[in-house]
């Protein structure tokens, strides 16, 4: 009986691990100092010296964008604010992860269609958590 208890107790516990990846984070107002008032779906020329800030927002099993067009060349200051879980974006093609409430900046200096996603196992609607980031 008493391994019949660790069993069940081992079980609870892997649950809540799971359950709590996405439900654990709270954005509680933080921000990763870049402005959201940008939209992250126009392309324009890239201007010399200038950042383009953009802000993507996670809730449980989507992203509030999921396509982003930049300019090839474009310097790209990239926000995560979690608003519902605990997410990151990781974009395939540029190495780059940004987590909650963090800002990553790089320049898209590939064209094409580069997948980007969720790589926090955040439950069982991890998998629709991608999009793709569009540089022409």
Known sequence: MTKG??????????????LTACGGGDAGGQTGGA??????????????????AITVKASNFKF????IKVAKGE??????????????????????TVKGGKTVTFTA????????????????GHADMVGKLIVE
């Open 64 to 67: 509030d964008q999921t396509e």
């Open 35 to 52: 402005s959201s008032s940008q939209p992250a779906s126009s392309a324009s020329s890239a201007a010399a010296g200038s950042t383009k």
């Open 109 to 124: 200096d590939r064209t094409g269609e580069f997948k980007f996603y969720c790589d926090v196992m955040c439950g069982s």
């Open 5 to 18: 208890w660790g069993v069940l107790t081992g079980w609870m516990i892997a649950a809540a691990l799971a």
């Open 75 to 96: 310097t790209i200051a990239l926000t995560l604010e979690n608003e519902q879980g605990n997410h990151s974006l990781k974009i395939d093609g540029y190495d780059k």
